[in-house]
């Protein structure tokens, strides 16, 4: 009898004895050599990186490298303040802009994984404003005045997770709809900005889509709309829920839609590039985006373009996805779920020859075979000068965050890119 209790209590010995090593298998390590990587190679984006601020073409940045959960290369470079030379520290915060996108898309799966809504349920099932909607079909410049047609069918949470609703941007948008917004009040969902999300969508649902849903790829306003649907399903605030489902259960410290005033002094200036070229601030009213939105304390959370995070942060993020939805014991996400994400969920050519996944832009065997990413690469980026992808296949996280816009040398990212493949034995 003794010999069959300790057999049937064996596996659950096993398992405890092992439950501290799969939790540190799943976690970014911080120190150690990686074998799989030429040091000697990797190390070449620190003379790359810092010709391009000898050069002024560049203020500051930061990149990190982690490849199969270790890093193998975090730094800060430049200035994070060229007027009071700041260094750039490599916990330094950044606006990461659209990053918030794939955040947002996993704030809806998470909701999907509780049965709280189909991908393929109309959202005017929450959002009435959204039932039996228009499409756009004639403007007049002179007045703004236009006509419609009736949509074929309702927007589904796919549509909006691939940007294929129809919605557009206020401030980045097609110029026609753009001044339809702009004349409604719809805001991008950035800078001091004290009304309801819940009204200002509800508002859009009311005006015309730029096309039929599902029939092509527009950027807009569509994860902010998830953001609101986030809200309204989960009875949260998207800050609130964001911070119990995704940023405490991975550690995630750093990121917010309000910066803390503790933290201010992190925040990286924002440039951008005057009529010859040269990097200059971003002024409070440039583009209508004043870059001390994160200090506002805002409650109109923008689920598309808010939130302000670190490289670091954001790199735990994109593990715990390259890890199946786990991280640190968390299981954010199944599997399953991961998988969907990261696989192309629009009809072929409407996104080039790139895939389009929930949030997600994913390289194609096409893209593969030009460039240094293999197939079933994910990415995004963001609008002053951020972007990340995750490789499944070659285990990597990668992040080069910059803070400026336009920038006329933004091909250091490209060489970034390069020189992390270069560096892979």
Not at 200 to 229: I, T, V
Not at 362 to 373: H, V
Request: hydrophobic share 40%; charged share 20%.
């Amino acid at each position: 009898m003794k010999k069959i209790i300790s057999l049937r209590i064996f596996p659950v010995i096993l398992l405890t004895l092992l439950l501290p090593v799969l939790a540190t298998a799943q976690v970014i390590q911080l120190t150690g050599v990686n074998k799989s990587v030429n040091y000697k190679k990797l190390a070449v984006i620190d003379d790359v990186v810092n010709e391009y601020i000898n050069k002024n073409w560049l203020t500051g940045a930061v990149s990190i490298v982690i490849k199969d959960n270790q890093i193998v290369q975090y730094k800060g470079y430049g200035y994070a303040d060229v007027a009071t030379k700041k260094p750039m520290q490599k916990d330094n915060l950044f606006r990461i802009m659209s990053q918030s996108k794939a955040i947002t898309s996993v704030g809806i799966m998470i909701l999907y994984e509780q049965g709280k809504l189909l991908l393929d349920e109309p959202i005017s099932h929450f959002i009435p404003e959204y039932k039996n909607q228009t499409v756009l079909a004639t403007f007049n410049d002179a007045d703004t005045t236009y006509t419609t047609v009736p949509v074929k069918r309702d927007i589904t949470f796919r549509d909006l997770l691939t940007h294929t609703s129809g919605l557009d941007y206020t401030d980045i948008g097609s110029s026609k709809v753009q001044a339809i917004y702009s004349k409604n009040n719809i805001p991008s969902g950035l800078g001091y900005f004290k009304a309801s999300l819940l009204e200002r969508m509800k508002a859009m649902g009311k005006l015309p889509l730029s096309f039929q849903p599902g029939e092509k790829w527009q950027y807009g306003l569509n994860s902010d709309l998830l953001g609101c649907l986030i809200e309204v399903i989960s009875g949260m605030n998207l800050e609130n829920f964001f911070r119990k489902y995704i940023f405490d259960p991975l550690g995630m410290k750093d990121t917010y839609f309000n910066v803390p005033k503790t933290k201010a002094n992190r925040l990286a200036t924002v440039y951008t590039e005057d009529n010859l070229k040269n990097v200059i601030p971003w002024s409070h009213t440039f583009r209508n985006i004043d870059p001390d939105y994160p200090l506002m304390n805002t409650n109109y959370f923008s689920g598309g373009a808010g939130l302000t995070s670190t490289a670091f942060d954001y790199a735990v993020f994109m593990q715990m996805l390259l890890n199946n939805g786990m991280y640190n014991g968390h299981q954010i996400l199944s599997k399953r779920s991961v998988e969907m994400m990261t696989s192309n969920q629009i009809n072929e050519g409407l996104f080039g020859d790139d895939y389009m996944g929930f949030g997600f832009n994913i390289t194609s065997e096409k893209s593969a075979a030009k460039g240094p990413r293999y197939a079933g690469a994910f990415a995004w980026g963001g609008y002053y000068g951020t972007s990340y992808w995750a490789d499944p296949k070659a285990g990597l996280v990668c992040l080069f965050l910059t803070q400026q816009n336009p920038n006329s040398h933004g091909d250091v990212q490209e060489k970034f890119e390069a020189l992390v493949y270069s560096s892979l034995k």
